[in-house]
């Protein structure tokens, strides 16, 4: 879309979603829209919260820290917008909640790629997290190499007199996993051309060679978990300290 189709498209939307009744009834639903979007990010808050929790705990259990960072997002209205019309559903609340799992995201970083499914696991022992969906694009993969897994989850929020489910999409992925996705986003954001074969092919082997370090680091933890194991008397499963403090989470 040119800059000039943008702004056209959403005045549109705008407009179809405020009406065009009066300006107080238009300002009314533009408080509503305040509203629930309020509540995508308490229930991306919470999200947050609930992985810093087990961060803290495996860092105590394993001596090491399973996550680097976590990153949350809240769309747009323009984006919302987008998506909602381009897969032709209504531009309306109830729309927003019914029609989309990605309001409210939640990236998670892993040291590891073994860290990504023993945290989604321990997330979803939790008895207030609803599962919806799950994609695992680690095991398998996409065409053009993205790897990831994504879960889309129910998480509940409590108001001051009521309590109400909400969605949020959580992606997580290793640091290498990321490194690619972020790179190969930037190389195809807003390109008014698809990217030549050339390219295409080289960007799916630069992410088989993400997916190769991914599996000789993760070689090397196990190693220096024997190595621990037998110089210290400890169980196996505890390793030492991979992430350095500074990458602690605040």
Known sequence: MSQNTDRSFLSRSLQEFLGS??????MERMQELNKLMSYYRCAMMSVVTKFNVLNEQFSLQYDR??????KSRLKTLPSIMDKLERRGFPLSLESIEDNLNDVAGVRVICSFEED???????LMQQDDIQLLERK???RNPKP?????LHLIVSVPIFL?????FMRVEIQLRTLAMDFWATL???????KDFD?????QRELYTCASLSAELDQRMDGLRQLVQEQNSRENGKPASEAIRWTDQSHNLR
């Open 195 to 199: 990217l030549a074969d050339s390219v």
């Open 160 to 164: 001051a007199h009521e309590k109400k």
């Open 21 to 26: 009744d009066t300006v107080e009834l238009s």
């Open 184 to 190: 190969e986003h930037q190389l195809r954001y807003k």
């Open 136 to 138: 695992d694009y680690i």
């Open 116 to 122: 990504v499914h023993m945290l989604s696991e321990a």
């Open 144 to 148: 053009n190499g993205y790897r990831s």
């Open 65 to 70: 820290n399973p996550i680097t960072g976590i």
